[in-house]
Every structure is written in structure tokens, then in C-alpha cells.
């Protein structure tokens, strides 16, 4: 399903060269649509090749692969699942040889989930696969938009980042 984007304005701001701009009301909108335009060239490009894997196991073994510390019940909470669920996930992956239980050296009582060099050969794929299929889209986009898109990502994660101000003005009177 596709966002529609009205032209009206909803409000008029200054950019930091000191330009009006017009922002169309539903903005966030249409950044949700391609939020999930994105996630389906993603699902996409793996979805079409013959993984051995569900999405939901690619998840952890991503989430495994970026954090070495990761046990079951940290997985569980990340997952937002009950720590048995999060265990038979790690058995299944175990018992295709793409994820090793090893006790932390530094409390053996712990038990750390760790990918194995499959699961990492696994994971370059994907990503690979992904950025194809991204580049494919990008390709089809003119250079300007492509560049414009780029600057808009770049300020959206620096928004991201930038703790939460008091609205100006969000007030909006009858």
C-alpha cells in the first residue's frame, strides 16, 4: 500500500539557510511507506533464494553476530520473547551448525551464544543480496533525488540522535 502525499502546507519552517519551506502534512506518512517499501526489497532479496534459515532466525543470528556478550535471556529480552522460546531458537540454529553455546571465560556459569563461521558466511550473503537489491532501486532513481535522499537520511539520523526538544509552538488554536 502507498502513501498518497498531499501538497497543501501544513506549516511553513525556516531551513538553516534561512528559505521557507512547505512540508506536507503527512510527511510521516509517506516515511513509513518507504520504511516499508524498504522492508520488503530487503525481505526480497532474500526471500527469493532458498535460505536454510526463517527471517526470524536471520534476526538472531544477526543480533548474535553483532553483540559477542548476547546469552539466551538478553536474546529472549530483545526478541521480546519468554527465555524458553529464545532457547529453542539457539537449539535449532545449533543443530544446523550456525550457532556454538560457550561458557564466558570470565563466569562459566554464564553461557554465551556465539555464530558460527557459517552463520557469518550466511550473514555476508544476505547483506550482500541487500545491497543489491537496494543498489537496484537507487539505480532507478535520477542522480539528484538519489543525492537529495542521501542528505535527507543523513539529517534524519542526526535528528535521531539529538535528544528530544520542547515543540515550538506545536500549540494549535481554534
Do not use: W, Y
Request: glycine share 4%; proline share 6%.
Amino acid at each position: 500500500m502507498r502513501a498518497v502525499i498531499e501538497l497543501s502546507v501544513e506549516n511553513e519552517r525556516d531551513d538553516r539557510r534561512g528559505h521557507r519551506v512547505e512540508r506536507p502534512p503527512n510527511l510521516a506518512v509517506a516515511i513509513e511507506a518507504a520504511a516499508e517499501a524498504l522492508v520488503g526489497v530487503l525481505e526480497s532479496a532474500v526471500t527469493r533464494h532458498d535460505l536454510t534459515v526463517s527471517p526470524t532466525q536471520l534476526r538472531v543470528l544477526a543480533l548474535i553476530s553483532t553483540r559477542p556478550e548476547l546469552n539466551v535471556n538478553r536474546l529472549a529480552e530483545l526478541l521480546d520473547v519468554v527465555p524458553s522460546s529464545a532457547s529453542r531458537l539457539c537449539d535449532r540454529l545449533e543443530a544446523t551448525g550456525l550457532v556454538r553455546r560457550v561458557a564466558d571465560p570470565r563466569d562459566r556459569r554464564e553461557v554465551r551464544l556465539v555464530p558460527t563461521a557459517a552463520a557469518e558466511t550466511l550473514l555476508g550473503e544476505v547483506k550482500q543480496r541487500r545491497h543489491r537489491a537496494v543498489q537496484a532501486v537507487l539505480d532507478r532513481m535520477p542522480g539528484r533525488a538519489q543525492h537529495e535522499l542521501l542528505l535527507a537520511l543523513l539529517a534524519f539520523g542526526q535528528a535521531v540522535e539529538v535528544p528530544a526538544a520542547a515543540p515550538e509552538n506545536t500549540a494549535r488554536t481554534a
